[in-house]
């Protein structure tokens, strides 16, 4: 088709999500309340100001959508959706909340939905009749191909995440929340919860890594994620909390 790579350029993957984003806000109810709006609004423009660095000149934009289900997402071009379900199951904790938006940034900034995406188009470029090619396929690999042929909507959010992805999304997500100056031990606390609860972050389609393994994962690069929070802190003029 001779536009495969102009299709995945960041450029073009970012004027795709911008336009998906735009839609998904005429259709979903916004939230009109307004101190989950600011609370959003400055965790994303804080973890954005320390992400910077991995995606310059990104044009953010971080919105509250009323529902119910618990989730949030980034999209290629820096548009962060959070649902208020998820600020619900946070209890309204800014350092909770600030981790599952460098998760999500973390995501963009390591292009895995360009990733997946060229991945994507790899399988469905390679000739495969869906249906029939992808039969034996696990369903992570159907899907991924669906997905391609589906490209023209929301294309951002129609990939799922692997579980390297997830675990890369952890970990700088980790030290992206505690540049800002959130508490990273929030992390552990979140997902302890997300577990309890039963619920997972649906992200659309993640693979979702198993939540004691999470983490795990997450508490044996505390201490330096700790450290950084200290440093940001200190930094602000704020007292880090012990
Ligand atoms: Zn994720």
């Given at each position: 088709?001779?536009?495969?790579?102009?299709?995945?350029?960041?450029?073009?993957?970012?004027?795709?999500?911008?336009?998906?984003?735009?839609?998904?806000?005429?259709?979903?109810?916004?939230?009109?309340?307004?101190?989950?709006?600011?609370?959003?609004?400055?965790?994303?423009?804080?973890?954005?100001?320390?992400?910077?660095?991995?995606?310059?000149?990104?044009?953010?934009?971080?919105?509250?959508?009323?529902?119910?289900?618990?989730?949030?997402?980034?999209?290629?071009?820096?548009?962060?959706?959070?649902?208020?379900?998820?600020?619900?199951?946070?209890?309204?904790?800014?350092?909770?909340?600030?981790?599952?938006?460098?998760?999500?940034?973390?995501?963009?900034?390591?292009?895995h939905?360009n990733k997946r995406?060229?991945?994507?188009?790899?399988?469905?470029?390679?000739?495969?009749?869906?249906?029939?090619?992808?039969?034996?396929?696990?369903?992570?690999?159907?899907?991924?191909?669906?997905?391609?042929?589906?490209?023209?909507?929301?294309?951002?959010?129609?990939?799922?995440?692997?579980?390297?992805?997830?675990?890369?999304?952890?970990?700088?997500?980790?030290?992206?929340?505690?540049?800002?100056?959130?508490?990273?031990?929030?992390?552990?606390?979140?997902?302890?919860?997300?577990?309890?609860?039963?619920?997972?972050?649906?992200?659309?389609?993640?693979?979702?890594?198993?939540?004691?393994?999470?983490?795990?994962?997450?508490?044996?690069?505390?201490?330096?994620?700790?450290?950084?929070?200290?440093?940001?802190?200190?930094?602000?003029?704020?007292?880090?909390?012990?």
């Amino acid at each position: 088709m001779g536009c495969g790579t102009a299709m995945l350029s960041d450029e073009n993957l970012a004027k795709r999500a911008k336009r998906d984003f735009n839609r998904m806000k005429g259709k979903e109810t916004l939230s009109t309340n307004a101190s989950h709006n600011k609370m959003i609004k400055e965790i994303g423009e804080r973890i954005a100001g320390v992400a910077q660095v991995d995606l310059p000149g990104t044009e953010w934009e971080f919105v509250v959508f009323e529902k119910k289900e618990a989730n949030a997402f980034a999209m290629p071009g820096g548009k962060v959706g959070v649902y208020s379900g998820l600020i619900e199951l946070a209890d309204g904790d800014a350092d909770e909340i600030a981790v599952v938006i460098g998760h999500e940034i973390a995501h963009v900034s390591f292009r895995h939905s360009n990733k997946r995406m060229t991945q994507a188009m790899g399988i469905a470029l390679g000739g495969v009749i869906l249906n029939a090619a992808l039969r034996d396929k696990d369903s992570t690999d159907r899907r991924l191909a669906t997905g391609a042929y589906a490209a023209g909507t929301t294309l951002g959010m129609t990939l799922p995440y692997s579980r390297e992805n997830e675990r890369e999304a952890d970990h700088r997500g980790l030290f992206y929340s505690a540049m800002a100056g959130y508490d990273p031990r929030a992390a552990i606390r979140f997902w302890s919860k997300m577990k309890k609860s039963g619920k997972r972050l649906p992200e659309i389609f993640s693979t979702h890594p198993n939540p004691g393994k999470r983490i795990e994962f997450l508490e044996s690069h505390m201490d330096r994620a700790y450290a950084l929070y200290v440093e940001a802190k200190n930094a602000r003029g704020e007292k880090p909390n012990p």
